[in-house]
Each structure stands twice: as structure tokens, then as C-alpha cells.
């Protein structure tokens, strides 16, 4: 039956782990932050989806808000940018495959970015694969 398709406006969840330097003579400790982004780059620019720009494999997402450290201050500033990285095997929106529901997405991490997001899309486009 297929998955929402992604577009413009859909939200990318995860969570993130980012080390943080607390002050004073300690070691930096992970911590647990939100990722909340919103599918805003890299789109089509000739493919809608419900009026739309359509999101493929490469589309980005920025969290908002950004990340804040708890305490002290970050190792690695976040980029706040998560990125799609696998979509659709069958359906290609300008010769990338296309994003839908559940993809996964690359976001900020330390000490490297990992793929701990995921796009939640909803509407009536579905795509397949």
C-alpha cells in the first residue's frame, strides 16, 4: 500500500547524543537532546506532493529549536541539521528516490552524525518501495 509521501512541512524526529563539557575539571559526558526538524531544503522544485515541494534522499531538515546544553557547553557544536538518507527503492522524484514516513534521516550526533531520525509524514499520497 505504500507510506506517506514526505514533503515541505514535515516534521523529523530523533533523538540525539551530544557531549557536553560541564564546567569546571571533568570529563565531557553524553547527553540525550530532541531532535525536532522540519523538512525545509533540498526539495523538488518540480514535483508536488498535496501542493507541496516533494522531499527526496538528501532533502534536510532543521531542528527548531536548536539544541542547548544543559550545562557547560557543547564538545562539537550541532549543526541542527538532520539529512534524508534512504527513501524509496522503486519511485524517484528527479532522479533520487523518494522520501516517505518512517525513512531514515542523518542528524547531529557526537563524536559523528548518525541515522537516528525518522521523517514523519501524513497525507493522502502514498509511495510504494
Same mark, same amino acid.
Given at each position: 500500500?505504500?507510506?506517506?509521501?514526505?514533503?515541505?512541512?514535515?516534521?523529523?524526529?530523533?533523538?540525539?547524543?551530544?557531549?557536553?563539557?560541564?564546567?569546571?575539571?571533568?570529563? &565531557?559526558?553524553?547527553?540525550?537532546?530532541?531532535?525536532?526538524? +522540519?523538512?525545509?531544503?533540498?526539495?523538488?522544485?518540480?514535483?508536488?506532493?498535496?501542493?507541496? &515541494?516533494?522531499?527526496?534522499?538528501?532533502?534536510?531538515? +532543521?531542528?527548531? &529549536?536548536?539544541?542547548?546544553?544543559?550545562?557547560?557547553?557543547?564538545?562539537?557544536?550541532?549543526?541542527?541539521?538532520?539529512?534524508?538518507?534512504?527513501?524509496?527503492?522503486?519511485?524517484?522524484?528527479?532522479?533520487?528516490?523518494?522520501?516517505?514516513?518512517?525513512?531514515?534521516?542523518?542528524?547531529?550526533?557526537? &563524536?559523528?552524525?548518525?541515522?537516528?531520525?525518522?521523517?514523519?509524514?501524513?497525507?493522502?499520497?502514498?509511495?510504494?518501495?
Amino acid at each position: 500500500m505504500g507510506k506517506p509521501a514526505a514533503k515541505l512541512g514535515d516534521r523529523v524526529t530523533g533523538t540525539d547524543t551530544h557531549l557536553v563539557q560541564p564546567p569546571g575539571p571533568v570529563q &565531557p559526558s553524553p547527553v540525550p537532546l530532541p531532535f525536532n526538524g +522540519t523538512l525545509l531544503g533540498q526539495l523538488s522544485r518540480t514535483v508536488r506532493i498535496e501542493s507541496r &515541494p516533494a522531499a527526496t534522499v538528501g532533502s534536510t531538515a +532543521t531542528n527548531l &529549536p536548536p539544541h542547548i546544553p544543559p550545562v557547560g557547553t557543547f564538545v562539537k557544536p550541532p549543526t541542527n541539521e538532520g539529512r534524508v538518507m534512504l527513501g524509496s527503492l522503486t519511485v524517484r522524484i528527479n532522479g533520487k528516490p523518494a522520501a516517505r514516513a518512517g525513512d531514515p534521516v542523518l542528524t547531529c550526533n557526537d &563524536p559523528v552524525d548518525l541515522p537516528v531520525g525518522r521523517v514523519q509524514a501524513e497525507g493522502t499520497v502514498r509511495i510504494g518501495g
